[in-house]
């Protein structure tokens, strides 16, 4: 007897935005919470770092491992200028952090 498995895997897509309008220049999410994925730009406002980007300076990708660490940034946040979202293959996104 012999039996034949298929295995769909689904990669899920986690992306970020920051709005840059209402980011107060704190520094929590570049400085402490995940400079990995986060760096100021010129006037003290958060912005994606250049490999991470899709797009603009506020909108990118986040690899699995930086997911936790972009989460804190998003819950230390004072003005809640950063979401995470999932990002499926028929583009419907869903909000995954707040």
């Known amino acids: 007897m012999s039996y034949i498995i298929s295995i769909n895997f689904f990669f ?26 986060f760096e100021e730009d010129k006037d003290g406002i958060a912005q994606v770092k250049e490999k991470h980007r899709v797009g603009g300076p506020e909108m990118g990708m986040v690899p699995p491992e930086l997911v936790e660490c972009v989460q804190k940034a998003i ?18 996104d869903t909000v995954v952090g707040y």
């Open 12 to 37: 899920m897509i986690i992306k970020v935005d920051i709005d840059q309008e209402e980011c107060s220049q704190c520094g929590l999410c570049y400085n402490d919470e995940c400079p990995e994925m």
């Open 75 to 92: 819950d230390a946040c004072p003005t809640d200028a950063i979401i995470m979202y999932e990002a499926d293959e028929d583009a419907k």
